[in-house]
Every structure is written in structure tokens, then in C-alpha cells.
């Protein structure tokens, strides 16, 4: 067998293959694994955490975000005897586990699997969890429900020694919701509900976007033109996947060996090509798209389903960090007064679907009582943010922590009336999604009387949908015990100058660059600087 590194360069190689492996050195504290094998503990969702050995996060694979009452009670018994008491929502529709201490890893991958859940492919160089629409079916405008067509991709991918090895992190999405919560812009390949009129009727399938990605240099997906009914979308993909992994010239180099560098290099006419080739039926045309102006969606409230009676509960997590207590009161309330469903969001944030109209009110007193409001504030609502130096080895600066501080300043201070996405990164990898954000917030650091400290630069004006733009770094390095009162000046000036109406972004494109950076420079005196 090729060593790994060998394997990444050539494609060939069973990454799971070293499962058994890891299972029996986790048992001796991990001390018999060569780094090539710790490497590979990604393809089960290890990650070794940044200053603590012996420890490790392990990231669970939620498909679609779909989650059992059952199973969330599993992972908060887990968290509470094994890790600290709390997990981490992530941007996948995943749950993060921190803390996991090498020796019982097994036990915890064993009871995980005994929930239905797995972590196969959570992390390493394979298709990472599918997201899609977490109000898939019960969502009254949805074009259909995707979800089953999303979970049988999910299954054909999962622990796939065909794609157990590609280049390298691979993103899709599949969903047939008008809002497009989904995010498929910023994904390798998105499935994305639509409507085609065909001979005077109207038929459903998926219009599909490749190539988008984000990390440190960025892309939205481009359309294909390509109309694919339901049933053809594992073919489809599995075809598009097979083009990417067998592209050796993506191996050469792991900085280049993303999907979006090839979809750009290719372009579209050659990407296709290659895919029909692969495929026993034509690509059919998709023709005109039509795309929500502006795709943000957070499902935060208590909100109507098609099914008469029922609703749903989304409830905003800060920066997606929930403690044991609050996962076993969610799940007990969805079992209680629901019929167990819950779903994560991409926006860090938790759903309780099936709540009858007269049940709604002892949920949301339930949910208060944990410290889950679902009236958030419009900040608290948007902010995200990545792992950061808590955990990450790539980090140069808190996320977190300073995010809810942020949000904790700004709530008392600026009165917005719709949600500001304020995302908060650690480094240039842009976890936390920082490019499509209101405001992105990027750690960088700076040296200051020969001290280094935390700083953040800071881009304005990112969305998505219709008319999608990344944000632009405006200014550089400002500390981070400052943020907070930059942004306070810039917002207090949007709420005062803004048009009636005037969004966030439009509201910075009309004042100008200059004129934002100009809210955002340093406090003139410099006494009142607080480093
Ligand atoms: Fe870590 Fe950087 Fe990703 Fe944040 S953006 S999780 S700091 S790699």
C-alpha cells in the first residue's frame, strides 16, 4: 500500500483502510501511530487539537442536518462525560466534539454508530457532509422535498473507497427550496431546486452550480446549464466527482488540488464534456434561473409548515456553541411536544420541527429556561464564527469568545431591525464563511511596542443570491480589543444616514470605500486606545 502522501499524489489507496489501526493505538493513547496514520484519523473525523496532546475534536457527519431527538441526547451524554459538556455547531450542518480523549475514542465512535451516526469522511481529503434545506419537507414553498434525494447521495459517498481519496475537501449541496439557504454559490457542486417549462408544462429537478469555494482565494459557483431530475443526480455527481478525483494535475500541489481551480481552468464547456462522457444519458438543458435577490435565510422564530397545525422553532445558537444541558432540554422538548425532529442549519443554528400550534408557547418557555431565546437580536442572529486559537492549529487569534463579545457590545448599543451577518475567522482559511458576510472579520496580528497582539482585518459588503459579492477588505489590522467600538461608530452612522429601506451593503456602497474605512479608523486621541 502507497503511504498516504504517496496515495494523495497518485489517487490510489484506501484511506479507511487504516481504521483498524487507529482503533488499536487509540486504546494505547495513540502512541503506535506513525504522523502518516494520524493523518488519516481525519477520514474518521479526528482532528488533534492545537495545544492539548491527547486530545483530540472529532467532527460527526449530519447529513442534510437531519438529527433524532435520540440522537442528540446520545452526543449530549457523550459531551457530558467525555468532553467539557458542550459541542460546536458548524457551517456543515455537523456537530463538533471537543475534548475527546484518545482512549476513548473508540467507545465514542461505537456509541455514535449505535445512534445512527457516523463520522466516516467528516474531515480529510472526501465529500464533507451534504447540506441542505433544513425545513426540506415541511417548508411550504419549497419546489419538492430534496431530502431523500440528498440522503441517498449521502449513503453512496459514505465510507466509498472509490472517492475515499481525493485531491482534496469536497463541498455539495442538494435542495429544492426557493431561498437558497443552502448557500450553493460557495459549494464544489450544488444541486439547486428548479423549475423547467417543457412543451407548455412545468417539471421538476435541480439546475447545478460547480466551482464555487471560499478559503483564501474565492469563487461562486458557475451554472453548467445542465437540468437533472432527481433521480439522476447520484449518476450525475458520482460523474462529476470521478472527473475531479482522476484530474492528477489537481495532485500536484495541495494548495491547487481544489475543485474550484479546475472548474476555473476548464471552464464550463469542458467540464461538461468530460461528465457526459461519463454518463449512459444526455445532460439536458436547464434554459433561464431564476435566484432570490439576496439568499440569506436563518429560520430563526416560530414559523407556519404545510402541514396544517404544525411549526417549526429555530432557535439562534451563539456562535453555534450549545452545552450539554441545552441539547438534552431541545431534544426532550422535540420529543415531548413534537415528534422528535430536529435539524441543524449552516447558519450554526438548531431547529424543532412538528410543534403544534398549542404546544409552541411550554417550547418556548422550555428553551428559556436553558438560555435559548429564539427572540435574538438581529446581531446575535447573524454572527458566526469559526474554531479559531481555542482549538485550531492554523488560528492566530480567538474567534469565538470575541464574537460574542462583539455581539454583546453592539446588542446594547445599535438597535438594528433585519439580521447583520457579522463573521468572525480566525486566519485566512475562512472557516467561518468571513467573504460572504455584512462584515468579515479576518485574525491577523500585528506587533505592537514589541508586543505581538490580535488583530483583525476587516472586509465590508459580502452576500449571496442574485446579486452575490464577496466582501472587501477595507482596513487592516485593527486590534481586537477594539472592534467592537469601530464597528459601533460604522453602525451607528448606517441606522443615522441610511435611506428608508437601505441595506447594510447598499447603504456602504453609496457613502464609498473611503467614507466606511473613515468609520472605521483608530479613535482619535490615543489615550483612548485600549492597547
Ligand atoms: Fe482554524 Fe482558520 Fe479554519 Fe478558523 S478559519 S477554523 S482558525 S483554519
Redesign the pocket.
Same mark, same amino acid.
Given at each position: 500500500m502507497p503511504t498516504p502522501q504517496e496515495a494523495i499524489k497518485t489517487g490510489i489507496g484506501n484511506p479507511f483502510a487504516v481504521r483498524e489501526k487507529i482503533e488499536a493505538a487509540a486504546k494505547e493513547g495513540f502512541t503506535s501511530l506513525t504522523e502518516d496514520d494520524k493523518f488519516l484519523a481525519k477520514w474518521y473525523g479526528l482532528y488533534t487539537h492545537r495545544n492539548e496532546p491527547g486530545y483530540f475534536m472529532l467532527r460527526l457527519k449530519i447529513p442534510g442536518g437531519f438529527l433524532s431527538s435520540a440522537q442528540m441526547k446520545t452526543i449530549a451524554k457523550i459531551a457530558a462525560e467525555q468532553n467539557k459538556d458542550f459541542a460546536d455547531l458548524t457551517t456543515r450542518q455537523d456537530i463538533q466534539l471537543h475534548w475527546v480523549a484518545v482512549k476513548e475514542a473508540p467507545w465514542i465512535l461505537e456509541t455514535l454508530k449505535e445512534a445512527g451516526i457516523s463520522t466516516l469522511g467528516a474531515c480529510g481529503d472526501v465529500m464533507r457532509n451534504i447540506v441542505g434545506c433544513p425545513v426540506a419537507g415541511v417548508d411550504a414553498r419549497e419546489y419538492f422535498d430534496a431530502s431523500p434525494v440528498l440522503q441517498e447521495a449521502s449513503d453512496f459517498f459514505l465510507g466509498n473507497v472509490e472517492f475515499g481519496n481525493l485531491p482534496r475537501k469536497y463541498k455539495v449541496s442538494i435542495a429544492a427550496c426557493r431561498d437558497q439557504c443552502q448557500q450553493p454559490e460557495i459549494q464544489c457542486v450544488s444541486f439547486v431546486g428548479a423549475e423547467r417549462r417543457v412543451d407548455g408544462g412545468a417539471q421538476l429537478g435541480f439546475d447545478v452550480q460547480v466551482g464555487g469555494g471560499l478559503s483564501t482565494k474565492w469563487y461562486f459557483g458557475q451554472r453548467m446549464n445542465a437540468f437533472v431530475r432527481p433521480e439522476q443526480v447520484v449518476p450525475v455527481l458520482k460523474a462529476i466527482t470521478e472527473v475531479y478525483r482522476d484530474a492528477l494535475e489537481y495532485r500536484n500541489s495541495r494548495s491547487r488540488a481544489r475543485f474550484k481551480y479546475l472548474v476555473a481552468d476548464w471552464g464550463i464547456d469542458k467540464l461538461k464534456q468530460a461528465v457526459q462522457a461519463k454518463l449512459d444519458f444526455p445532460l439536458e438543458e436547464m434554459g433561464p434561473y431564476e435566484e432570490p435577490a439576496d439568499s440569506y435565510k436563518d429560520h430563526v422564530g416560530v414559523h407556519e409548515q404545510k402541514q396544517p397545525d404544525l411549526f417549526y422553532v429555530g432557535i439562534p445558537v451563539p456562535v453555534g456553541r450549545i452545552t450539554g444541558k441545552q441539547m438534552r432540554k431541545a431534544a426532550d422538548l422535540a420529543q415531548t411536544y413534537g415528534d422528535g425532529t430536529i435539524r441543524l442549519t449552516v447558519r450554526q443554528n438548531l431547529l424543532l420541527l412538528n410543534i403544534p400550534k398549542d404546544k409552541v408557547a411550554p417550547v418556548l418557555e422550555g428553551l428559556d429556561s436553558v438560555g435559548l431565546n429564539v427572540n435574538g437580536s438581529p446581531i446575535l442572529r447573524g454572527v458566526l464564527a469559526? @474554531?479559531?486559537?481555542e482549538f *485550531?492549529r492554523?488560528?492566530?487569534t480567538e @474567534?469565538k469568545a470575541r464574537a460574542l463579545e462583539i455581539v454583546e457590545y453592539l446588542e446594547g448599543r445599535v438597535l438594528l431591525e433585519e439580521p447583520l451577518r457579522i463573521h468572525v @475567522?480566525? *486566519?485566512?482559511? @475562512? *472557516?467561518?464563511q468571513s467573504p460572504i458576510a455584512h462584515i468579515g472579520l479576518q485574525?491577523s496580528r500585528a506587533t505592537v511596542e514589541g508586543r505581538s497582539i490580535e488583530t483583525y482585518d476587516v472586509a465590508v459588503g459580502g452576500q449571496l443570491g442574485r446579486d452575490r459579492a464577496f466582501n472587501r477588505f477595507l482596513i487592516r489590522k485593527i486590534p481586537a480589543t477594539e472592534i467592537k467600538s469601530r464597528l459601533e461608530r460604522l453602525l451607528l452612522e448606517y441606522k443615522r444616514l441610511r435611506k428608508s429601506g437601505e441595506a447594510f451593503n447598499d447603504f456602504c456602497r453609496r457613502i464609498g470605500d473611503e467614507a466606511v474605512v473613515k468609520l472605521l479608523a483608530p479613535p482619535e486621541k490615543p489615550s483612548d486606545r485600549s492597547w
Open positions: 469559526c @474554531t479559531g486559537i *485550531c492554523l488560528a492566530v @474567534t @475567522t480566525g *486566519c485566512p482559511n @475562512t *472557516c467561518a485574525g
